[in-house]
């Protein structure tokens, strides 16, 4: 069964003249890591906003159709029963900090205390998240004295640490180089290996070509595509969506136009492409 679905949601913000979305209907399995992309104010904050539950009781609007967590009517939970399936990370990781902690423990433990967690139960849950997700060594910093991989860490940990089924991410290496960006790529692999389902919001399709299993694009208002992240990069009609498409998506287009080389398919990752390369410098490349 899916965890998550959404049936047909269409949503205008009231003061606003049109609908910012409509009729979007897909479904997400148990352990999925899909990806949303679209061009800049095309809706995807909206639609986590959606799926979190804050719309339309947070920011007022009209929706119609529904959105179903484990089959339920999320229309029918409140947000506090919906924040213990769904875990939400902003865009900026410095916005998640809670303000009122001292050290980077006690704000991993911040959630879980308000919820009255015992005291034991807590330290044992905050370890392990330190441990997991390889920031032990900043327990005792100040949350507000972190570089920005550390503190999207430490945001992720706050958020993981309460233990969702379903995490959403809405932009998390916006302002992180490309270690940092890895290393964020790297922590939600490991959450997809804990059987996490993830729904992820970004730009840099590169990573998302690498690591994520299906995407899901966004344009003018509707699901412009939804398949497997190969198919979809593969596809130059990503292109007019306002997305870019992986590197080596666009070497091998660009190949293909010179009457260069010939691919099978076009190759999304750095593995595809070698893969697919590989053996043809033999049978006289030059
Ligand atoms: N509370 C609101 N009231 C009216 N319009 C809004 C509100 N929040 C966002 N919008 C508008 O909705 C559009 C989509 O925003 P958003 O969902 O943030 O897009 P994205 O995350 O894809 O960049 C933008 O044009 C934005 O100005
Ligand atoms: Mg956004």
Redesign the pocket.
């Known amino acids: 069964m899916a965890v998550l679905e959404l049936k047909d949601v269409t949503f205008k913000?009231?003061?606003?003249k049109e609908t910012?979305l409509e009729n979007i209907s897909f479904s997400i399995e148990k352990g999925e890591f899909v990806a949303l992309v679209?061009?800049?104010?095309?809706?995807?904050?909206?639609?986590c906003s959606i799926m979190r539950g804050l719309i339309p009781t947070f920011?007022t609007?009209t929706m119609s159709g529904q959105v179903l967590l484990n089959g339920l009517d999320i229309g029918e939970m409140s947000i506090g029963d919906l924040a213990l399936h769904i875990g939400f990370v902003f865009q900026n990781p410095f916005v998640q900090v809670s303000g009122v902690k001292q050290t980077v423990f006690e704000e991993v433990a911040y959630g879980l205390e308000n919820l009255g967690v015992k005291r034991s139960e807590i330290i044992r849950r905050v370890e392990e998240m330190l441990h997991q997700l390889n920031i032990e060594h900043l327990r005792s910093k100040h949350p507000m004295q972190l570089s920005g991989g550390q503190s999207q860490r430490v945001a992720l940990a706050s958020v993981l640490v309460m233990d969702p089924e379903i995490l959403i991410i809405d932009e998390p290496t916006s302002q992180l180089d490309p270690q940092g960006t890895e290393e964020v790529f790297e922590t939600i692999r490991l959450l997809k290996e804990r059987k996490k389902t993830i729904i992820l919001?970004e730009h840099k399709v590169d990573w998302v070509a690498e690591y994520a299993d299906r995407v899901i694009v966004i344009d003018d208002k509707h699901i412009v595509k939804d398949a497997s992240a190969s198919e979809v990069f593969s596809d130059p009609m990503i292109l007019e969506t306002g997305n870019n498409l992986p590197q080596v998506a666009l070497l091998a287009l660009r190949l293909l136009e010179l009457g260069k080389v010939d691919f099978n398919k076009i190759p999304t990752t750095l593995d595809e492409a070698v893969e697919q390369l590989k053996g043809r410098a033999d049978n006289g490349g030059n």
């Open positions: 913000y009231q003061l606003a910012i679209g061009r800049n104010g095309v809706g995807k904050t909206t639609l920011h609007g919001v």
